[in-house]
Nanobody, 121 residues
Framework: QVQVVESGGGLVQPGGSLRLSCAAS????????MNWYRQAPGKERELVAG????????NYADSVKGRFTISRDNAKSTVYLQMNGLKREDTAVYFC??????????????WGQGTQVTVSS
C-alpha cells in the first residue's frame, strides 16, 4: 500500500523556520524524484522545490531560493524541506509528490494529503 505522509507544518512567525518531512512507503523510494508543492487559498498549486532520485540535483522556485532547502534520505524513504526566513506569502498547504523516473516507476505519481504552514504574527 502506497503512502506519502507529510508532517512538520504549523504556525510560525515571520522570519521563523520550519522543517517539513515526507515519509514514503509502499514503493521503491530511490526510483522516484521528490517534489514539494504548495497551494495557497484561491491560488493554483505551485512547485516549490524538487530533488532527483539520487539526491544530486535540486531545483527551487525563484520565490524560495536561498531560503528553502530540499534534501532526502533514501535509507529512510524520507524527503525534507527546510524552510528559513519564512514570509507571510509562504502560507499555504504544502504537498509532497513522488514522481517515478526509473525503471517501471516511470510515469507514476503519488501525492500526500498536505500539511498546513501558516506564517503570521
Amino acid at each position: 500500500q502506497v503512502q506519502v505522509v507529510e508532517s512538520g507544518g504549523g504556525l510560525v512567525q515571520p522570519g521563523g523556520s520550519l522543517r517539513l518531512s515526507c515519509a514514503a512507503s509502499g514503493f521503491t523510494f530511490s526510483w522516484y524524484a521528490m517534489n514539494w508543492y504548495r497551494q495557497a487559498p484561491g491560488k493554483e498549486r505551485e512547485l516549490v522545490a524538487g530533488i532527483t532520485s539520487d539526491g544530486v540535483t535540486t531545483n527551487y522556485a525563484d520565490s524560495v531560493k536561498g531560503r528553502f532547502t530540499i534534501s532526502r534520505d533514501n535509507a529512510k524513504s524520507t524527503v525534507y524541506l527546510q524552510m528559513n526566513g519564512l514570509k507571510r506569502e509562504d502560507t499555504a498547504v504544502y504537498f509532497c509528490n513522488a514522481r517515478g523516473v526509473r525503471f517501471i516507476a516511470k510515469g507514476r505519481n503519488y501525492w500526500g494529503q498536505g500539511t498546513q504552514v501558516t506564517v503570521s504574527s
